[in-house]
C-alpha cells in the first residue's frame, strides 16, 4: 500500500512539475500509460503494476527534462524563442 501512496505522490509531483501539461493530457498520459502496463500483461492493484506505472512515468519525466534542456540550451545560443506565440 506504501507502494502506491509514493507512486501517487511522484505522480502528482511529476505533473505540478512538469507545468505545460493540461489536466487532461495528464489524464490521456496515465491513461495509456495504464493500458501499457495492462499489455505488459500486469494486473491493476498489483505491485507489479504500481512498479510498472511509476516506471513509465519516470521515463516520462526524464524525456520532459530533456526537452526542456534541449530547448533551453537553443535559446541561450540564438536569441528569443517564441512558445504560445510569447517570447
Same mark, same amino acid.
Given at each position: 500500500?506504501?507502494?502506491?501512496?509514493?507512486?501517487?505522490?511522484?505522480?502528482?509531483?511529476?505533473?505540478?512539475? /512538469?507545468?505545460?501539461?493540461?489536466?487532461?493530457?495528464?489524464?490521456?498520459? +496515465?491513461?495509456?500509460?495504464?493500458? $501499457?502496463?495492462?499489455? !505488459?500483461?500486469?494486473?491493476?492493484? /498489483?505491485?507489479?503494476?504500481?512498479?510498472?506505472?511509476?516506471?513509465?512515468? +519516470?521515463?516520462?519525466?526524464?524525456? $520532459?527534462?530533456?526537452? !526542456?534542456?534541449?530547448?533551453?540550451? /537553443?535559446?541561450?545560443?540564438?536569441?528569443?524563442?517564441?512558445?504560445?506565440?510569447?517570447?
Amino acid at each position: 500500500m506504501k507502494r502506491i501512496s509514493t507512486l501517487i505522490i511522484l505522480l502528482a509531483a511529476g505533473s505540478i512539475v /512538469s507545468g505545460c501539461s493540461s489536466t487532461e493530457q495528464t489524464a490521456e498520459n +496515465m491513461a495509456a500509460q495504464r493500458e $501499457r502496463c495492462r499489455v !505488459f500483461g500486469y494486473y491493476e492493484g /498489483s505491485r507489479d503494476f504500481a512498479d510498472c506505472m511509476m516506471k513509465l512515468s +519516470m521515463q516520462q519525466s526524464e524525456l $520532459r527534462q530533456q526537452t !526542456f534542456d534541449t530547448i533551453w540550451s /537553443s535559446a541561450r545560443n540564438s536569441g528569443p524563442v517564441i512558445i504560445n506565440n510569447r517570447k
